[in-house]
């Protein structure tokens, strides 16, 4: 019978840094994905990363090629009523953000695991928990044609949104929150340089757009899309048309097409559950909340969650002492429902919500006031580079 300290659900960022940061702690964990190491390494995600985040990657021996390549960003751009307006981020907050892709992260995460001969088991299918209420939770998982069972001291559930550990926790243990919003975001990859310097969030009476970017070769743009939309109707060159049109003039100049390499469709959704840990078993990441990914918070707060769990564990496992575990999901959750608040508002101030142009004006009114306060402009940055982290979430 196999045996580990935690067993770790879902090789995402959250299971893969966890497992990293236990490692150099000297913990041992087994991490069990049920996808294959090449789907995971290429998942076409997030982009931006909050210094927060930055130092944990250091913390965890994997920031070398990051710290490289990555893109420091001192601001970004509003774009409104046919113009852009640039918000400070260093001038009001005195921090920046990195833009550095979430598949490179994961790929960097990967290689710092295997080298360090981690149980880092891709294709496990049919993953189920049990026992996390009591003093010895187990985990079943079929692997290499054999079914298998692995005892642990405690479970992370880091397997997202649709995972497995969030739905075998009794309904009646877990009050949940949700917000769907009537949109999604279309999303694609092209080898082109950007279209700016910076990112561009633009308001625009046909929807949100947005301009980003992986390196100085490669931008990724989204449009706010419906629901309902197939992804087959928008081939490249409808793409671009739509992106330039919600542009302010100068930008949708400055864009430069080519052909896509990626091109997707997310919904948007804010989900809370409360509270994240049950017994022996922590939700860790997507699996515990999501964020619209207006505000760039979804993986910013799955590190924030990883940050506050290895540390308990390293306190317990050094100490005996409980009280961090015990104090994990309150911890966490100060932080996650302000995220939540701020991706909300991020995301109600730039998309179109309705045809109602009272709507509108509205929206271009609370931006024309919020680029002209700096108090406004401050509580903006100070979000999006992400809060402090004051011990208390
Ligand atoms: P996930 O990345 O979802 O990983 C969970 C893992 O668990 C997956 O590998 C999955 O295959 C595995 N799994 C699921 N079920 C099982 C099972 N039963 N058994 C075993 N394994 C299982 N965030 C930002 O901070 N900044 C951004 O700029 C940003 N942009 C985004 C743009 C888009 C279009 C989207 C969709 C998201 C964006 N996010 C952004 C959010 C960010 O990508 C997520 O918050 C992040 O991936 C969460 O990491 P995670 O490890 O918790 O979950
Ligand atoms: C991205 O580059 O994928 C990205 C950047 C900023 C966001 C969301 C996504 O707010």
């Not at 700016?196 to 625009?204: G, Q």
């Not at 308990?312 to 496992?317: G, R």
């Not at 608040?341 to 009114?365: E, G, I, M, V, Y």
Request: aromatic share 10%; charged share 25%.
């Amino acid at each position: 019978m196999a045996r580990t300290q935690v067993a770790i659900i879902g090789a995402g960022p959250s299971g893969l840094l966890l497992s990293q940061l236990l490692h150099v702690n000297g913990i041992d964990s087994v991490v069990l994905e049920r996808r294959s190491r090449e789907y995971v390494a290429r998942r076409v995600r997030a982009g931006v990363l909050e210094q927060g985040t930055v130092e944990l990657l250091q913390r965890a021996h994997v920031g070398e090629r990051m710290l490289r390549e990555r893109l420091v960003h001192d601001g970004f751009e509003l774009g409104f009523d046919g113009k852009t307006t640039r918000v400070d981020l260093h001038a009001l907050t005195g921090a920046a953000v990195s833009v550095y892709g979430q598949t490179e992260l994961t790929k960097d995460l990967i290689e710092a695991r295997s080298a360090a001969g981690a149980k880092l088991l891709f294709e496990a299918g049919e993953v189920s928990i049990e026992g996390f209420d009591g003093a010895h939770p187990r985990v079943h998982y079929a692997h290499g044609g054999r079914r298998h069972e692995l005892h642990c001291d405690f479970i992370a559930g880091c397997d997202g949104y649709h995972g497995v550990c969030r739905r075998t926790v009794p309904a009646q243990s877990m009050q949940s929150f949700e917000r769907t919003y009537p949109f999604g975001w279309l999303g694609i990859l092209a080898d082109v340089p950007p279209a700016s310097r910076e990112l561009i969030y633009s308001n625009h009476a046909r929807g949100f757009a947005l301009c980003s970017m992986r390196s100085l070769n490669r931008s990724r743009y989204y449009v706010q899309c419906g629901l309902d939309e197939n992804l087959e109707s928008w081939t490249d060159a409808r793409f671009w048309d739509e992106l330039r049109r919600r542009l302010p003039a100068a930008v949708a100049e400055a864009v430069i097409t080519g052909p896509s390499v990626e091109k997707s469709i997310a919904p948007l959704r804010s989900f809370v559950v409360e509270p994240l840990t049950f017994g022996r078993l922590f939700l860790v990441g997507d699996a515990a909340h999501i964020v619209p990914p207006t505000g760039a918070k979804g993986l910013n707060l799955a590190a924030a969650d990883v940050r506050v769990l290895y540390g308990a564990l390293v306190e317990y496992y050094r100490t005996g002492r409980r009280e961090s575990i015990d104090g994990y999901s309150a911890q966490c959750l100060r932080r996650i429902w302000k995220a939540v608040r701020f991706s909300w508002w991020f995301t109600s101030l730039t998309h179109k919500f309705s045809d109602d142009p009272f709507n509108h004006r509205l929206q271009l009114a609370e931006l024309d006031y919020l680029t002209g306060s700096p108090a406004a402009l401050g509580s903006l940055a100070e979000n999006y580079v992400g809060l402090p982290f004051d011990g208390a979430g």
